[in-house]
């Protein structure tokens, strides 16, 4: 299966918040990487990363980071590909400085920015992105979505 969605993340310390965007990528039978790219700490990496993205096949990137969460904007300015942001939620301001960081990107940079922990939504708005042009992933989202659907009680009950 060819890889088109890259997720990247500033530490090992963002893992949790990232791997939910795998298993969601798992479940729908999207083939992604993971890497650890520090916008600060791993510079040179970030900048091969990005220049390489497209030509190795890549079609959506994933990027979270915490506090100052550099990571989704520096990587947007090294390539075409739309990458989603996930701000990683912070001891300091509970993920509102990773927010805050991702959502304020200048003009012509652009990153779909997740809410605060957000992975999940993450993988599953890159596979929607991918699936407008592949029917049978579409299908498998729209079957997801039922099943989401059919799990929602229609009355509440005690547990």
Known sequence: MTVKVGI???????????????????????AYETKIVSAHRTPDRLWDYGKTAADRGLQVIIAGAGGAAHLPGMMA???R????????ET?????????YSILQMPRGFPVATMAIGGGMNAGLMAAQMLATTDAT???RIDAWRDALTASIPQEPRDD
């Open 81 to 88: 590909i739309p990458v989603i942001g996930v701000p990683v």
């Open 77 to 79: 300015s090294k390539t």
């Open 137 to 139: 992933l579409a299908a």
């Open 91 to 99: 001891r300091a301001l509970n993920g509102l400085d990773s927010l």
């Open 8 to 30: 990247i993340m500033g530490s090992q310390s963002d893992w949790p918040t990232m791997k939910p965007a795998c298993e969601i990528l798992d479940t729908l039978g999207v």
